[in-house]
């Protein structure tokens, strides 16, 4: 079972966001999962120009890491999400991955495939950072295992970090049982479901400029 890890922190392992990450790792590995940490600090992934062109071939026309990316996302089995909460979002490097995947979105392509979510902050509101993740993971098509995050207690420290590493590895595990017993999540069908609709219906609108999209939901139609 093989779990793509991608943590957005320009400090990447370093700093507070890779401590809770390395929790939820270790989780991963006692159920047996394999691992993979991809450091957007250390990639070039740009910021998208909104050329179309992965709309129309499949492929980004820039020439940087992100088609690696993509290609570890299409191969694995689960993926976890890692950011800061920087001014109440995800990092720059988080929100320009995000943009750059909108051929996968608007295929919904990681459909079947699983992720938790991983977030840390300077003094609170970490909620809607998760939830911001989580809706993005759905909006790829993929099932939302759940989320962790933390205020900081210091550098690579956090309030009750015993309770708080104890949830992180049960999130690690849990996404590997998930992948394993291809659990279902009812509650987030709705969503999933009418986002389909909703992409598929674009794609159709715009299938004679967006061509590798309008076949890849008409294959998938039947």
Same mark, same amino acid.
């Given at each position: 079972?093989?779990? +793509?890890?991608?943590?957005?922190?320009?400090?990447?392992?370093?700093?507070?966001?890779? *401590?809770?990450?390395?929790?939820?790792?270790?989780?991963?590995?006692?159920? $047996?999962?394999?691992?993979?940490?991809?450091?957007? #600090?250390?990639?070039? &992934?740009?910021? @998208?120009?909104? @050329?179309?062109?992965?709309?129309?071939?499949?492929?980004?026309?820039?020439?940087?890491?992100? !088609?690696?990316?993509?290609?570890? +996302?299409?191969?694995?089995?689960?993926?976890?999400?890692?950011?800061?909460?920087?001014?109440?979002? &995800?990092?720059?490097?988080?929100?320009?991955?995000?943009?750059?995947?909108? $051929?996968?979105?608007?295929?919904? #392509?990681?459909?079947?495939?699983?992720?938790?979510?991983? !977030?840390?902050?300077?003094?609170?509101?970490?909620?809607?950072?998760?939830?911001?993740?989580? =809706?993005?993971?759905?909006?790829?098509? #993929?099932?939302?295992?759940?989320?962790?995050?933390?205020?900081?207690?210091?550098?690579?420290?956090?309030?009750?970090?015993?309770? +708080?590493?104890?949830?992180? =590895?049960?999130?690690? =595990?849990? +996404?590997?049982?998930?992948? *394993?017993?291809? =659990?279902?999540?009812?509650?987030?069908?709705?969503?999933?479901? #009418?986002?389909?609709?909703?992409?598929?219906?674009?794609? !159709?609108?715009?299938?004679?400029?967006?061509?590798?999209?309008?076949?890849?939901? *008409?294959? *998938?139609? $039947?």
């Amino acid at each position: 079972m093989n779990i +793509l890890a991608i943590i957005a922190s320009p400090r990447g392992m370093k700093g507070n966001t890779g *401590r809770l990450l390395e929790e939820v790792l270790s989780g991963v590995g006692e159920a $047996g999962g394999e691992t993979e940490i991809l450091s957007l #600090a250390t990639l070039k &992934v740009q910021p @998208c120009v909104g @050329c179309d062109l992965c709309h129309k071939t499949g492929i980004c026309s820039i020439k940087d890491d992100y !088609e690696g990316i993509k290609e570890k +996302l299409l191969a694995c089995d689960g993926f976890i999400l890692a950011s800061p909460n920087y001014i109440f979002s &995800v990092t720059a490097q988080m929100k320009a991955l995000f943009d750059r995947c909108c $051929g996968l979105l608007h295929c919904m #392509a990681l459909e079947g495939k699983y992720a938790a979510v991983v !977030e840390t902050s300077g003094g609170g509101e970490d909620a809607e950072v998760i939830s911001y993740m989580e =809706r993005f993971v759905n909006t790829l098509g #993929a099932n939302s295992v759940g989320g962790i995050g933390s205020p900081m207690a210091g550098i690579r420290a956090f309030p009750d970090e015993a309770n +708080l590493y104890g949830r992180a =590895r049960t999130l690690g =595990r849990e +996404l590997c049982h998930c992948i *394993r017993e291809k =659990r279902q999540f009812p509650e987030q069908e709705p969503f999933l479901g #009418a986002f389909r609709e909703r992409m598929s219906g674009l794609v !159709e609108i715009m299938g004679e400029h967006w061509v590798f999209e309008r076949d890849y939901w *008409r294959d *998938r139609k $039947g």
